[in-house]
């Protein structure tokens, strides 16, 4: 945790604010390791003397969720999985636990992001067939959606459900002068990203199945000084209002567990001026998000017959409706962007997203 981050950004405690009371930032009280002015083992406190809870820093990643032990019971494995294993041991434990495993689930998302993010900087990959997936497909999507705000200046970027962390990287280079933070909730994407920023990739790609090939390569970017990756739930956001400038959210709108309280959560997160920039296929799933919660998708009987581009033009429509989110005026929007998700060699999900260019109007509670 960059201690350059923490102070532009000065994050609250998560629990105070789902309780109600945000104005509780959080203190660095332990620094077990740090290099430079990056924090790579710690302790962060509330300042709330009637909470007082403790949030890790681990392996330089703060963990700002409003259930930090939740967090760290489901991800145990996860967090305190090597990253030194020899390629031939780790193909032989893939086998071992098998398929549909967390061990499975979890290589494979980070082979499709870590794929998409970096396979273009990666000497060993080689060119697409014609007619297959290309990487670079949320940079291709982010440029876009930059082009469709149009030029602005932002000193403090939020870039949400930032995968494999190479947006992160881009929006460095947009704006020079910014810092830039991506939040997720997956440690090792996120520690996928704090890697770029020292220099170095390396993950398992997925070639077939069970079958994965090491892929270990040096990469340099701009803007690595300016970039910090932190475990935080975009649903809430621990920051108060007008903290960022700009803030980014790449297919994660139907990846949540509350769309809409997303939504809101984001638009008090940008300042009045800001820019929030969207994508989403829509592609809910009740393992995500209760169908309840989904913006489309169900409900055909009502007014938007199911549809899901109008309901959501009219959650974003101040007074359109008992749960509408106030704050943000649409500036622009593409109903069918290409998006495409790489499985493996012989495999791709392919998606049309909605994107949406949003001036933030007022730093209001909604």
């Not at 495409?340 to 007022?362: D, F, N």
């Amino acid at each position: 945790m960059r201690r350059a981050h923490f102070a532009a950004f000065t994050p609250l405690c998560p629990r105070c604010v789902r309780a109600g009371d945000g104005s509780h930032r959080l203190a660095l009280a332990e620094v077990g390791e740090e290099h430079d002015d990056d924090v790579l083992a710690g302790i962060l406190h509330c300042t709330n003397s009637a909470c007082q809870l403790e949030y890790p820093i681990i392996d330089g990643v703060p963990v700002i969720v409003p259930a930090p032990r939740s967090m760290l019971a489901e991800h145990t494995a996860e967090l305190l999985l090597r990253s030194d294993l020899d390629p031939a041991l780790e193909s032989l434990i893939g086998d071992a636990i098998g398929p549909g495993t967390w061990f499975d689930v979890l290589r494979q998302t980070v082979s499709t992001y870590a794929w998409d993010s970096w396979a273009d900087l990666d000497p060993a990959e080689t060119t697409p067939p014609d007619g297959m997936p290309q990487p670079g497909a949320a940079r291709r999507c982010l440029a876009r959606l930059l082009a469709m705000a149009g030029p602005a200046a932002a000193r403090r970027v939020l870039d949400c459900g930032c995968g494999g962390g190479r947006t992160a990287f881009d929006l460095a280079e947009r704006h020079r002068e910014a810092l830039v933070l991506g939040i997720d909730l997956s440690p090792s994407l996120l520690r996928l990203g704090r890697a770029a920023m020292r220099g170095r990739i390396r993950y398992a790609r997925r070639r077939i199945g069970l079958v994965y090939d090491r892929r270990d390569f040096p990469v340099h970017l701009s803007g690595a000084d300016r970039l910090d990756f932190w475990a935080c739930d975009a649903v809430a956001l621990p920051f108060a209002d007008g903290a960022a400038d700009l803030a980014v959210a790449l297919n994660l709108l139907d990846c949540v567990a509350e769309p809409r309280q997303l939504l809101a959560g984001l638009t008090r997160a940008v300042r009045h001026g800001g820019s929030l920039l969207l994508a989403t296929p829509y592609d809910w799933s009740t393992r995500a998000t209760p169908m309840e919660t989904w913006i489309g998708g169900h409900s055909q009987r009502a007014q938007h017959a199911g549809a899901a581009e109008p309901f959501l033009r009219t959650l974003l429509t101040e007074g359109a409706h008992p749960q509408s989110v106030s704050g943000v005026r649409l500036v622009a929007e593409q109903a069918d962007w290409p998006w495409h998700t790489r499985l493996h060699e012989r495999s791709t999900v392919l998606y049309r997203a909605h994107l949406l260019a949003l001036e933030v109007t007022g730093s209001l509670q909604n």
